[in-house]
């Protein structure tokens, strides 16, 4: 998993009052892009400022459970919206009654009952955070919007990517390889009929500037 679980559903700690947990908490930087963990319809929207679970969204899932997450920092729903699995929800934070930055999930059955949501914590850990470029591509069917970043994001990369990112870099550059070669073949062909030294020219660039889209 990428985010440690860092207190389990049903334990009893002095941060909650002697209260049993009602949900699961993964540990994850601020700022973490949250994802619904399946189809569902927006119940709710919440801002408890310092306490509870602070900024959260409650989703009404197909099977009538209810999905809680909590602390967050932003979010990018509304009442009423219609979510499919793995649409974004907003982006984790440090907010309502907590300690550092984490993201707290809770369940609810059909009769309003907290349940254990471990089972899916796998899921929602896998669903948090940087997307690859294949699942990007698999998700939009493209390889996403170009955001152009601000110079404090851009540090933030650069250091991020210099401590783990490139290992990331190779795993997608090369599942994406067999798209970026149609694509860039495609490039070359057209070219090739006006001159072989700018179908060469666009070939090479093609690759480059897909390798340059997956950071």
């Not at 899921?123 to 591509?137: A, E």
Request: aromatic share 8%.
């Amino acid at each position: 998993m990428k985010f440690k679980l860092s207190s389990e559903f049903g334990v009893m700690e002095q941060i909650r009052n002697g209260k049993p947990h009602t949900g699961i908490d993964l540990a994850m930087p601020e700022g973490t892009e949250l994802r619904s963990i399946g189809e569902a319809v927006v119940e709710r929207v919440v801002d408890y400022g310092s306490q509870n679970i602070g900024k959260g969204v409650i989703l009404r899932l197909e099977d009538g459970t209810t999905a809680i997450y909590g602390h967050m920092s932003e979010i990018k729903v509304k009442v009423g919206q219609i979510i499919k699995e793995g649409e974004t929800l907003g982006y984790s934070g440090n907010t309502g009654h907590s300690t550092g930055a984490h993201l707290h999930f809770g369940l609810k059955d059909q009769t309003g009952n907290f349940i254990d949501p471990t089972p899916l914590s796998s899921k929602l850990d896998s669903l948090s955070g940087k997307q690859s470029f294949m699942d990007r591509f698999i998700e939009n069917g493209t390889v996403g919007n170009v955001q152009f970043p601000s110079l404090p994001s851009i540090k933030e990369w650069v250091s991020d990517f210099l401590k783990s990112g490139i290992e990331d870099w190779i795993v997608d550059f090369i599942l994406a390889l067999p798209i970026l070669l149609t694509v860039g073949l495609g490039v070359w062909a057209l070219l090739n009929m006006i001159s072989k030294r700018l179908a060469s020219l666009g070939f090479g660039l093609t690759i480059i500037s897909g390798g340059l889209l997956l950071l």
